[in-house]
């Protein structure tokens, strides 16, 4: 995952850009060194993505593709971006 220090920051109960917070009761109280501990980088990462999910502007699918692509950015560049990642997957199941 690619876990930024805004990320740990905004989890943290710090408010982003858009003054949104996390629920209080639900924060997760990590420091900037635990985001390279692997189970609290994972934990954080599937997280974001949840968020992401909640995220979806209205009158847009809400579907994991969707979420990927908002991980990125709504514009052209966040398809791109969400293209790229399936096809990845897809690659990584005709491996085995």
Do not use: C
């Amino acid at each position: 995952m690619q876990v930024t220090d805004q990320m740990v920051r905004f989890f943290g109960g710090g408010a982003n850009k858009d003054d949104y917070i996390e629920i209080r009761k639900t924060l997760i109280h990590v420091k900037k060194e635990d985001k390279l501990d692997p189970v609290v980088n994972i934990a954080l990462g599937i997280r974001l993505l949840g968020h992401k999910y909640s995220k979806i502007p209205k009158g847009n699918e809400k579907s994991l593709y969707n979420t990927v692509k908002g991980y990125h950015s709504w514009d052209k560049g966040g398809d791109t971006y969400a293209k790229e990642v399936f096809s990845k997957y897809e690659k990584s199941l005709k491996k085995k």
